[in-house]
């Protein structure tokens, strides 16, 4: 049998990271889903990435399409570690039409499809696929370890969700051997688990295939009429008919919290109100997923900024800082932060209340304001004394307000809002906004 150290090396990774991520609204207006900033310092990618280097598999190719260039500036930036001597690499893979001159990437298996002649050259035994935009600690070794074991041309990594949660993922059946019985893509009323009728077994976007099934496969595909190009529409189920796809438990492979084992930790961060709470799980004392784990390092572009300081206010007020994460280069002058997650380089002025927030890089708070259940993007200047999160109808008109209550706000909100509401900037033009670097 192989060690894990063996099956990493014949492995090659491949991170789809091309979607759009439409549910995120408009913080994927200028940037793929893998791209959004995450955690206080993070991007959604580095997650998928990191479990590939943490475990062992150095030989990824990443998948893009979808408004790229925030995507592929970060990778370039903070993912060049790896030694191509050493056979380590991560390989950009936007789309470029390398099949024929008509189509970009229709789906998932054609976006693989279309660099099988890459993944071809570096021969490897193994070809996990993976999915860029989850939030999780897996040691892809022990899948692929798995995989072997069960000795199917195919393996599905598997988790239970809620069966609210189910319609947007793959849901499948399985038999006492863990083969799948029957798989439905994003179905409207999503099957239940047996004896548990309020979760379902859904699929993670994640697979294994040896590597020469996986190339026939998807020849198959191509030449097949009407097929949508895709995995979880197309591939698994045609695999599931032919009784080939076997499902791997994630709980398995799971990277556990070092505070309490029992956590299996995988998120889909789609919506808007999906992804403020996992980042509010980053803020709380006892996080559900651990970030602070050095076994298990979660790896990123580390911008050259000065530590967070916090200052008192012209009157001698100190800041006050409850259960909250403030990353590097942050200054806050004599504000009130409470269980909230402040990016890189945020400046939050005097007098301020921050509650519950999600501020993204380079942001800029002035005196007096206060912000509740608040997704600031990148960039966003709040003029002084304004007031987001507690007038629901009036964030809704001005800004964009989820069903949970969440309200985003970004740079081109802020500018109609000056538009229509040019009192609330009557004094803005006196400040002085630093300029924010395009990383």
Known sequence: MENARDVAKQTMALVLAGGRGSRLKMLTDNRAKPAVYFGGKYRIIDFALSNCVNSGIMRIGVVTQYKSHSLLRHLQSGWSFLRNQFNEFIDLLPAQQRVDEEHWYQGTADAVYQNIDIIKDHRPKYVLILAGDHIYKMDYSALVMDHIRMGSPVTVACIPVPREQASALGVMEVNDDNLITKFVEKPKDPPAM??????????????????????????????????????????????????????????????????????????????????????MDIASVQPQLDVYDSNWPIWTNQAQQPPAKFVQDINGTSSIVRNSTCSAGCIISGSSINQSVLFTSVRLHSNCFISESVILPFCIIHRGCRLTKVILDRGVEVPRGLIIGENAELDAKRFYRSEGGVTLVTRKMMEDLRKTEPQIFQDFDNYRAPYIPSY
């Open 194 to 279: 047996p004896g548990n009728p309020n979760m379902s077994l859904a699929s993670m976007g994640i697979y294994v295939f040896d590597a020469d099934f996986l190339y026939q496969v998807l020849d198959r595909d191509a030449a097949t009429k009407g097929s949508h190009r895709d995995f979880g529409m197309d591939i698994i189920p045609a695999m599931v008919r032919d009784h080939l796809a076997h499902a791997h438990d994630f709980s398995k492979s799971c990277i556990r919290n070092r505070g309490n084992k029992s956590i299996v930790y995988w998120r889909d961060v789609g919506t808007i109100d999906a992804y403020w709470e996992a980042n």
